[in-house]
């Protein structure tokens, strides 16, 4: 392949930044979380308030089955957190960084 010009000064700039590949496949993963509507949807909810698994069921119209599987997985990838509050579970997002996340790409695909 012939090159027109120089690129090896940024190609040694990218390569001092890039993360190894076992971080890049982990940042991967996580965002193929966020492709899933149901787990959008609960992420979306839980940007607006704390909710327990019943009131998210009733919100989305889902078993609870359903949800509990997806709340799982956000919370195995360390997308929500949980507290109980008697026998009840309360969800909330993780953290500001998961909150970031789902407002930044809203706002992405809102902006005109």
Avoid: W
Wanted: glycine letters at 4%; one cysteine or more; charged letters at 25%.
């Amino acid at each position: 392949m012939e090159h027109i010009h120089d690129h090896s000064k940024e190609i040694n700039v990218v390569k001092k930044e890039l993360p190894n590949d076992s971080l890049l496949c982990d940042l991967g993963d996580i965002f193929k979380l966020f492709g899933d509507t149901t787990r959008i949807k609960i992420l979306y909810a839980l940007l607006e308030s704390e909710l327990c698994v019943c009131a998210i069921c009733e919100l989305l119209g889902m078993e609870q089955s359903a949800i509990s599987h997806q709340l799982r997985i956000l919370k195995n990838a360390n997308l929500v957190t949980s507290k109980r509050s008697g026998k009840m579970s309360i969800y909330s997002l993780a953290d500001e960084h998961v909150r970031e996340i789902i407002e930044l790409g809203f706002e992405h695909l809102t902006e005109v």
